[in-house]
């Protein structure tokens, strides 16, 4: 059983092999594994972990789908903004 065979059975409550597997982690995450060694370079975790899928979204929920972000505070590392939601990003 492949993984869109047993993401589908599971989601429709039937029989599979074992349980569907996925996890999300943040990006400085992945970054933070690469510079370690845990991931290779370009490494998806899918592949490094044998995920039945890949983290996929295909919904945009920006409120203000015109808004340009604003910047409101930069330093070397860091640049905070107000994002389409009004929120405060960094």
């Not at 409550?13 to 370009?42: N, Y």
């Not at 590392?77 to 929120?87: F, R, S």
Request: one cysteine or more; aromatic letters at 14%; glycine letters at 4%.
């Amino acid at each position: 059983m492949n993984g869109k065979e047993r993401m589908i059975r599971q989601l429709r409550h039937e029989p599979v092999d074992r349980i569907a597997c996925f996890e999300h982690f943040w990006d400085e995450t992945h970054k933070t594994w690469e510079e370690s060694g845990h991931l290779k370079p370009g490494e998806s975790y899918a592949d490094h972990f044998q995920f039945d899928m890949e983290e996929f979204w295909a919904f945009n929920l920006t409120a203000d789908l015109d808004w340009k972000p604003q910047i409101v505070a930069e330093t070397e590392e860091t640049i905070t903004y107000l994002d389409g939601n009004q929120a405060t990003m960094k």
